[in-house]
């Protein structure tokens, strides 16, 4: 591998920042990112909500070529994450929650609820995972290899070949 990304790693559940819940969910993750070979420096958990989302985002991406957000990608009433995606990236990048929703497909039908999505903040590419432990490891592992192309692209970078 190349050199390891810079990444960020964001569990966002009101139970897990309200400390009515251990988070699960983004150990597993920063374990998964780190076997990729990369370097997570920061984690942090947040509530649910457009808001609190959107706010991590913009306070990350300047320090991060990656930020990771676990949970609040479905569609329950809490689930707001891809509105704080959409809120503060641009462009969005549609392949990244289509290669996430195609990954679980066969293995659990209703993937295809899923609001996994990804934008650009600047030069960091945000992706919003799903939010159980599983399903977080699994959506990045269904992206990983196509990360770092994504980052040097975002960074100025030509298209390989």
Not at 56 to 84: M, W
């Amino acid at each position: 591998m190349a050199t390891a990304l810079r990444i960020a790693v964001v569990t966002v559940s009101d139970r897990a920042a309200g400390g009515t819940r251990d988070d699960r969910t983004g150990p597993g993750l920063v374990a998964a990112v780190k076997a990729a070979g990369h370097s997570v420096q920061d984690t942090r958990v947040i509530p649910d909500g457009e808001q609190p989302v959107a706010d991590a985002i913009c306070d990350l991406a300047h320090d991060h070529q990656v930020v990771l957000l676990a949970g609040g990608t479905g569609i329950g009433p809490r689930d707001h994450t891809a509105e704080g995606v959409q809120a503060a990236c641009r462009p969005m990048v549609p392949g990244v929650g289509e290669a996430i929703r195609a990954a679980s497909r066969a293995r659990i039908p209703a993937a295809d609820l899923s609001r996994a999505c990804a934008g650009v903040r600047g030069r960091c590419l945000v992706v919003a995972l799903p939010g159980s432990p599983g399903g977080a490891v699994d959506g990045w592992d269904a992206i990983a290899a196509v990360v770092p192309h994504a980052v040097a692209m975002i960074a100025g970078g030509d298209h390989p070949g």
